[in-house]
Each structure stands twice: as structure tokens, then as C-alpha cells.
């Protein structure tokens, strides 16, 4: 083969120079092999070098004083074929060219991206180590439409953006690039020259599976997982659990600062496992809800201001030590939710803000693009791509690292347009309103495609207003969610609690209230992280009163969560009544669980979930009226409500009385609706719990005497900021 001929340099000299200066759209189109038999084509850039060689011995000639080098003319080599070249000090170095090989994302792949139906867009999109016709390498791929070039980089080309600039998919937007020689380990970014501004900006890759650990900002080549599962057993049962007649109780974690090793820094994924499971076990929760994992930049952030929305944080270890912490939840009989943040993202320069230099993740309107309370900006619904994203990333975490569910938050920021925009102009929808209506369809299309791909799996919603039926099927004009947090309830619940009790009586409705409303959605009771930080003070800590009053009101408090109709969530430190509040920056005050009434609120919540999972009346009928039923909600003079907990109209049920004085009430009488023995199955001021031991000495017996419309009454010993639980016996 020969130097190209001046015609040839003539007919190229624009892709040449674009190329030089870094603006060509597709490179493919000129570098590499083109052509046939006796007019072939070869072109090669490559920064620094003297001397280049195609295959065996093809000499390729430097352009004029460019870094490309090229030869034409008869030529049998085969691509895909190697390069091998000298820089200036006779350094030699060999690779097979990148732009020998055909394109791999196939056209279906880019069609389902684009319509926004992809779940799986991860597969493709991002760095996938691979074999392409014998050679090991790794694919790269980026969604950035409004690019005029992109450049995979890192340490293998020096961060240097001119040596492997990216094939253009056309109007799908995707650039695809198979850099052969590479593997898993490897650093990069993309760079990105921007096609309005020409601006070039360096950005982390959103689909990267793996990410350095902050400060640092590069994406990692993530490796093939290689931990087997063992979980098939646990899969099987949740896909035919009735989650809705099931006992439901969520132990929510932090997990950088639940513990933390002896030097201060985190446990790894596995560290953590070895301690949190037996102890969230023996404590018989079902699940355990971890705080945000998808790697974050800022620690005060707990998660929430994601960067890599399918990388489980370096933070705690690679993933498969994920994998392997789930892997083990699963083996010990506990479920594994995950925190999921597809309301906005943070504005760092590495990430998804004005990724190609455009609003491309964001809205382009400001009125719509930014959350003025949080400083970040709202995913673009409207994009069909978008939606492909966030839908793959909720399919990820369930699909690779086996999550038995996700809890949306923050779902109120995305389904009002004036969310946060107090008095400030915002962009409405197109029938004038303020619901965002394309965050409703994509949130109906997330909980669709998990409930239909993951049976068993469940979706719960972190929504704080009175939209209406969040988890009520879409078919009949709801959401989709499985489940809802219940902010009312919890916001009216500890409003009341902080009520030093000669006062309570005036608020008695904040505790009754509840009902009205209790059945309009599948709801949790939360006690969740967001109480107990930015000195809103520990659970503990807001109860009134002298020491042993605030013990006394904290395990009131939870057997209030644990028997009023709703699944359960307590945030980690709640179940040992920590006295400070939640403190990211180190772990947990677990000195305090040697003291005596720090250890009986724990005994205690091991005791009511044990008779929470036990008894069928606490759980089986949460979300139904019939399986709730007041005997006494009016008498706010005392304080004082009892309700019964049942499974149908018929069957005897539980009874709950509780006190929110620190009074004792002997003699207080209570209708029953069944004559006969009744025990006493939990007491909260046992002393074992901490408590006074006032009671009802382990059984009570009804009396023919009428009260609250029942002809059969109790006359109950209620302990002073107490709660009793009594079973009917035969």
C-alpha cells in the first residue's frame, strides 16, 4: 500500500480536520478499514506517535504534520486487526484499532431506548467487559444527543480526549466505542464537546455500575458478578407472599453509621452483615430499608443527591459485597428494601447537569428543572429516554442484587409542579394545573413493570400530601404503588406524644383523627430518619416529662406503631431509645444499650414485633375496617383509648388499652364484646422493660356489666404512660 494520494487528502481534508480539532460526529466513517479490493482505505490517529504499522507490515504514512496516518491501495488485511507504533523515544506499543470492529448496539436496542420502554438499558449503555470476535475489550456506550463529539478517557489514553473519539448511533443520540485490550478495574469518563456552545465538558458515565470513592469522581469498568446466589428458595416465597395480609416491619438503616470500624471509617458491606443481621433478626423485624446506596459525592447528603444511579457506593465495598449482603439477609428469613431517589439529582460538574452541554436529563424550562428547597434539578419525564433510564435503574437494583422492593422518595416533589415554589412562578401543565402529569404516567409505568417483572417485590411511596389513591392500581385511576407512608399519622402521633400529658386532653383528636382515614391507602407508620435529625431531637428526646416519663412515653409510643392498623418502620437508635439525635458522622450510641432502661425499650420492640409476626389480628387486616374496632376512643378527660384488633366481625379479638398519663387508672371498666378470661399479653411497664410493673397480674376476668354498648365489661389496672394488650382465653 501507498501514501495517500493528494485527491484522497483533498476529499477527506474537512473529516481530517474536524477530526484534528476534535468535532468529528463519526469518526468511524473515516478512521479505520473502508473500502474494497484494490481501493482500500486505512486512516489512524494516534496522538505522539513516529511511526505506525496495520497488521504484519503495512506502513502507515503521517499526514502532513498531523497525528494521523494513513495508507491506500490493495490491501487483504481483516479486521479486525492490529496497530502497533513508536512514540519519539522508540517506545513501541500494540492494540488492535478500535475502529476495526462493527458497531454492537442493536438497532432494537436503540428503538426501545429511545420510545422510553427499555428496562434493561444498562446492558448496553455504560462499560460492559466483553469478547467481540475473539478479542477481549470493553464497550463503551453514552447517550448524548446534542454532542458534537464525544471521547471515552482515562488512564489508558492519558485523559487524552483526541485518542478515542466515539461512533455516533445516528438520531438515537448513543455513541458507542469498543476499546480493545482493556478490562475491569479501569478508570474513565467521558468527554463531551458540546455541538450549541462547542464547550467541552468532562463527565462521569450515568450508567457506570462502579465509581471511585469521593473525592474522586471517575467511573470504574464494573467486573462480571461473580458471587453465586443462593437465595432461589427466598425468591420463590416472596413471589406467592400475600405482603398484604402478611406481618410487615421495617428496621430502617443507615448503613455508614449504624457502626463503624475502630478507626472511624466504614464497614464494608460483608463487616456490616456479620453484626446487623443476627441482631435485626433476633429483634424480629421482616425487613430491613437501607438509606439511599447509589453512589453519592456528598456525605451530608445520607444518599439522597445521587450520582451514579446504577453504582452501589464505593463507600462500603465493591458490589458484589452488596450482592452478598443480600444473599445473607435472604438466608436468615429478612427481606432488603432500597432507598430510590428518581425525584432530582445534584448539580455537580461531573454529573447528569447540562450533561452534553444542553438540558438533556433536566427540564429546559428553570420554572420546571430546579428544586429551590434542595439546590438540584428534576429529571425531564416528558423525555422518552429519561424514563428509559430511571426505569433500567429501578430494574437493576431489583434484577442484580436481588432487593425485594424499592422506597420511592420524596414523591410529592414530582407530582406538583409548584412543589417547593411557594408565591414563585411555575411552569403548569397543559390543562393549566400544577400536577405534573408526565410524573404520573412515568411513576404508573415504574410500579407496573416492578409489580409485573418482580412478583412479590413491593414499591412504597414516600408521599406527604393528600394526593389521592397513591396505592390504588393505576387501571382505577391510582398510582400503582403496594404501599404508602403514613405522614399524617406520624406527624399527628408525635405532635400529641410532645404534649406534656396535663395538656393532652385538649389534643385528643390528633390520635383519633387517624382513622378517618386510615383505609384510603395501604399504609406504613413511619418513624422514620427525618424525625430524629436537624434538632428535631431523638425519639426520646421529644418526650416530655422527668427520665423515667420519657422511657414511659417512648414505649407508649411504640405500642402505638406496633398495634394501630399499618405496617411498621422505626429508623435505627429508635429501638433502643437513643438519647441524641441521628448523627451521620459516627455510629450509634450503642454504650447506651447496657443501661437498664435503654435495654428494655429494646427488649420491648423485640417483643412486639415477636407478637406482631405472631398473632394473625395484628397484621392480617391492617389495611381493612373489619379487622379494627373501637371500644373507647372519647374518653380524652383520662387520656385513655382502647380498641380491639381482629381478624373478622366474629372472631374474639385483641384489646389494646392505653394510658398517656403518668397516672394509673385501677378500676377503669371497658366494654368488651366477648365474656370470659382475658390475659395479659404485653404490658409496657413491665419491668422488664423499664417500668413500674403496675398491671393486671397476667389475667383479667369480664363482669355481666354493661359499658360502651357491650353487656360484658373489664375493669382494667392501666399503668401510668402504659399500654396492656390482652388476649381473650377459652
Same mark, same amino acid.
Given at each position: ?141 453514552? &447517550? ?19 485518542? =478515542? ?9 448513543? &455513541? ?8 475491569a478495574g479501569e478508570l474513565y469518563k467521558f468527554e463531551i464537546r458540546s455541538r450549541p456552545s462547542g464547550a467541552i465538558h468532562l463527565r462521569s458515565d450515568p450508567y457506570a455500575r462502579a465509581a471511585e470513592l469521593r473525592p474522586a469522581t471517575a467511573s470504574i469498568v464494573a467486573a462480571a458478578a461473580c458471587?453465586? &446466589?443462593?437465595?432461589?428458595? &427466598? ?180 407530582? =406538583? ?134 422511657f414511659a412515653n417512648l414505649r407508649l409510643l411504640l405500642a402505638w406503631q406496633w398495634t394501630f392498623p399499618g405496617k411498621k418502620l422505626l429508623f435505627m437508635g429508635g429501638e433502643f431509645g437513643q438519647d441524641r439525635e441521628w448523627d451521620f458522622r459516627g455510629e450509634l450510641c450503642w454504650q447506651q444499650l ?18 406482631? @409476626? ?30 380491639? @384488633? ?85
Amino acid at each position: 500500500m501507498q501514501a495517500w494520494r493528494p485527491e484522497t487528502r483533498a476529499r477527506f481534508a474537512e473529516d481530517l480536520r474536524r477530526i484534528a480539532e476534535g468535532r468529528h460526529h463519526d469518526p468511524h466513517a473515516v478512521l479505520g478499514r473502508h473500502g474494497a479490493d484494490d481501493d482500500v482505505r486505512l486512516l489512524a490517529r494516534i496522538p505522539g506517535a513516529s511511526r505506525v504499522v496495520a497488521g504484519e507490515r503495512i506502513e502507515l504514512h503521517r499526514l502532513d504534520d498531523s497525528d494521523c496516518f494513513g495508507a491506500e491501495g490493495r490491501c487483504d488485511l481483516v479486521c479486525p486487526y492490529t496497530l502497533r507504533w513508536w512514540d519519539g523515544h522508540g517506545n513501541s506499543f500494540s492494540q488492535f484499532d478500535p475502529y476495526s470492529f462493527p458497531p454492537l448496539i442493536t438497532d432494537d436496542d436503540l428503538w426501545l431506548f429511545g420510545a422510553g420502554r427499555h428496562q434493561d438499558a444498562w446492558r448496553f449503555l455504560g462499560a460492559h467487559v466483553r469478547e467481540v470476535q475473539g478479542v477481549s475489550g470493553v464497550q463503551f456506550a453514552v &447517550w448524548a444527543p446534542n454532542a458534537e463529539r464525544v471521547s471515552v478517557v482515562g488512564p489508558f489514553c492519558l485523559w487524552d480526549g483526541r485518542r =478515542y473519539p466515539m461512533r455516533s448511533r445516528g438520531v438515537s443520540g448513543v &455513541w458507542e466505542l469498543f476499546v480493545p485490550g482493556l478490562a475491569a478495574g479501569e478508570l474513565y469518563k467521558f468527554e463531551i464537546r458540546s455541538r450549541p456552545s462547542g464547550a467541552i465538558h468532562l463527565r462521569s458515565d450515568p450508567y457506570a455500575r462502579a465509581a471511585e470513592l469521593r473525592p474522586a469522581t471517575a467511573s470504574i469498568v464494573a467486573a462480571a458478578a461473580c458471587r453465586p &446466589w443462593t437465595d432461589a428458595a &427466598w425468591l420463590e416465597r416472596r413471589r406467592a407472599l400475600d405482603w398484604l395480609h402478611a406481618p410487615f416491619s421495617i428496621y430502617e438503616i443507615h448503613l455508614g453509621s449504624w457502626r463503624r470500624r475502630a478507626d472511624g471509617g466504614f464497614r464494608s458491606y460483608v463487616e456490616i452483615a456479620d453484626e446487623l443481621i443476627p441482631y435485626v433478626r433476633d429483634l424480629g423485624f421482616t425487613h430491613l430499608e437501607l438509606l439511599p446506596i447509589a453512589e453519592h459525592p456528598l456525605d451530608d447528603s445520607w444518599g439522597y443527591q445521587v450520582t451514579g444511579q446504577f453504582a452501589p457506593t464505593a463507600r462500603y465495598g465493591p458490589p458484589d459485597g452488596l450482592r452478598e449482603f443480600v444473599d445473607r439477609c435472604h438466608a436468615a428469613g429478612l427481606g432488603v428494601l432500597l432507598d430510590w431517589v428518581p425525584g432530582h439529582f445534584p448539580r455537580d460538574a461531573h454529573g447528569l447537569a447540562q450533561f452534553d452541554g444542553t438540558a438533556l436529563y433536566e427540564y429546559p424550562d428553570p420554572r420546571k428543572a430546579a428544586h429551590a428547597d434542595w439546590g438540584t434539578l428534576v429529571f425531564n419525564y416528558e423525555r422518552h429516554e429519561v424514563r428509559s433510564f430511571l426505569i433500567s435503574s429501578a430494574c437493576y437494583w431489583l434484577e442484580e442484587f436481588h432487593f425485594d422492593g424499592l422506597r420511592v422518595d420524596a414523591v410529592a416533589s414530582m407530582l =406538583y409542579l409548584d412543589y417547593g415554589r411557594q408565591g414563585q412562578d411555575f411552569a403548569r401543565n397543559r390543562y393549566g394545573g400544577h400536577q405534573n402529569l408526565e410524573a404520573i404516567d412515568f411513576l404508573r409505568e415504574l410500579n407496573a413493570v416492578v409489580h409485573a417483572r418482580f412478583p412479590g417485590a413491593v414499591v412504597i411511596a414516600e408521599e406527604s400530601t393528600d394526593w389521592p389513591m397513591v396505592s390504588r392500581p393505576a387501571h382505577d385511576g391510582g398510582l400503582g404503588f403496594s404501599m404508602k407512608w403514613n405522614m399524617g399519622w406520624m406527624h399527628d402521633t408525635l405532635a400529641y406524644l410532645r404534649e406534656d400529658p396535663v395538656h393532652r386532653a385538649y389534643h385528643h383528636e390528633r390520635l383519633t383523627f387517624g382513622m378517618m382515614y386510615a383505609y384510603s391507602e395501604n399504609f406504613v407508620l413511619p418513624l422514620s430518619h427525618d424525625e430524629v435529625v436537624h434538632l428535631k431531637r431523638s425519639l426520646l428526646a421529644k418526650m416530655p416529662g422527668d427520665r423515667w416519663q420519657q422511657f414511659a412515653n417512648l414505649r407508649l409510643l411504640l405500642a402505638w406503631q406496633w398495634t394501630f392498623p399499618g405496617k411498621k418502620l422505626l429508623f435505627m437508635g429508635g429501638e433502643f431509645g437513643q438519647d441524641r439525635e441521628w448523627d451521620f458522622r459516627g455510629e450509634l450510641c450503642w454504650q447506651q444499650l447496657g443501661a437498664d432502661d435503654h435495654a428494655g425499650v429494646h427488649r420491648l420492640v423485640g417483643d412486639l414485633n415477636r407478637l406482631y @409476626r405472631a398473632d394473625p389480628r395484628l397484621h392480617e387486616r391492617d389495611f381493612e375496617p373489619a379487622g379494627f374496632r373501637w371500644l373507647s376512643c372519647d374518653d380524652r378527660w383520662n387520656s385513655v383509648l382502647v380498641f380491639e @384488633r381482629r381478624r373478622t366481625p366474629t372472631e374474639p379479638g385483641l384489646i389494646v388499652a392505653l394510658n398517656f398519663t403518668p397516672v394509673p387508672r385501677y378500676g377503669h371498666r371497658v366494654g368488651v364484646p366477648q365474656a370470659g378470661v382475658y390475659h395479659e399479653c404485653l404490658n409496657t411497664d413491665a419491668r422488664c422493660y423499664g417500668g413500674s410493673n403496675v398491671g393486671n397480674l397476667g389475667v383479667v376476668e369480664s363482669r355481666a356489666e354493661p359499658a360502651s354498648g357491650f353487656a360484658e365489661s373489664l375493669d382494667l389496672t392501666l399503668p401510668p404512660l402504659g399500654a396492656v394488650i390482652l388476649a381473650p382465653g377459652r
